[in-house]
């Protein structure tokens, strides 16, 4: 806890008082300070940094540490390289993905599976899958879960590991309140669980506008780009390889570019949402996942309390 209020103050941020906060309570089993949870399900190590960084940012800026941050990833991310075998390019994603989560002081972790193991690549919706990811939403009790859309678009291309994370997500969302849908890992079974709200961020692969609420990140551009950067194997290696196949050599990479690339990402990101500006903003939507009743207009207002900074549609 001490290492990530450090980091923080050493790169501008602004920790509010928590001294007030000192009752603990148990919500779905698990013994907490009054704080907000929030966690992130992502297909790679650095999905939720293009697109949910920065709210994380935000919320550790706001709350301090009265707000708990988890980032959990589906596929240990083994092919996302051209020269390092699966087993090195996941190691040294596991250590990239620590690194930038240090950053905004949220815990990181790669799904297990049912049967103890990990997904090396390639994200399929099985019972083993589905049942580890029920266990570590159960297990971690978020208010809020982010999670990559389920792309309705037949001719829009999507990522393997993003389509199915998200119909993942969506498929535990209802069993998350069902004691037994699956084997309860490492705990005691819980017979009652709130279930959280979810909500969905815009997929660079789908990039599909559906959005309730945004949030502005330009504040927290700096260090957004800091924890990008921690994930050197994709920015500096298997970005440029996987998007220049159609060229004989891989182009060098250069920081001023890729700088200048990040910034027209956000910027295409506020035109795609009907925004011309070159502020850096991240937009979310409301899902109705894990109950019928959950819409738009009945978790609006918990949001609005939850996260006082959004600016809605």
């Known amino acids: 806890m001490l290492l990530w209020r450090f980091r923080w103050m050493m790169y501008g941020g602004r920790l509010p008082s928590s001294k007030n906060v000192s009752v603990r309570i148990r919500r779905n089993g698990v013994d907490i300070m009054n704080e907000l949870r929030v966690m992130s399900v992502m297909a790679h190590q650095d999905d939720f940094e293009f697109e949910a960084a920065g709210l994380f940012l935000q919320l550790r800026q706001y709350y301090g540490d009265r707000v708990k941050l988890k980032i959990l990833t589906t596929s240990r991310g083994g092919s996302g390289h051209y020269l390092h075998d699966i087993e090195t390019t996941a190691q040294i994603r596991e250590k990239e993905a620590q690194a930038s989560a240090a950053i905004v002081g949220a815990e990181y972790e790669n799904l297990t599976q049912l049967d103890g193991s990990h997904i090396p690549a390639q994200v399929f919706c099985d019972r083993n899958m589905l049942g580890g990811l029920w266990n570590a939403i159960r297990a971690f009790a978020p208010d809020y879960v982010i999670a990559p859309p389920i792309s309705t678009n037949p001719l829009a291309g999507i990522h393997i590991d993003h389509q199915h994370t998200a119909e993942a997500v969506r498929l535990v969302a209802y069993q998350l309140g069902v004691p037994n849908a699956y084997p309860t890992m490492n705990g005691k079974r819980l017979l009652r669980f709130k279930l959280p709200i979810i909500l969905n961020c815009i997929d660079n692969y789908a990039k599909e506008p559906i959005w309730h609420f945004r949030v502005n990140v330009d504040a927290f551009r700096k260090q957004k780009m800091r924890m990008l950067r921690c994930h050197k194997s994709q920015i500096e ?37 009907g925004f011309e500006s070159e502020q850096w903003q991240e937009y979310f939507a409301i899902t109705a996942w894990g109950g019928g ?11 609005k309390k939850d996260f006082p900074f959004a600016e809605w549609k």
């Open 237 to 273: 290696e298997w970005l440029p390889f996987v998007h220049n196949l159609d060229k004989a050599k891989i182009p060098p990479w250069s920081a001023e570019e890729w700088k200048k690339q990040t910034e027209m990402h956000h910027i295409q990101r506020n035109q795609l949402c």
């Open 293 to 303: 009743g959950w819409n738009e207009s009945t978790h609006s207002g918990q949001i």
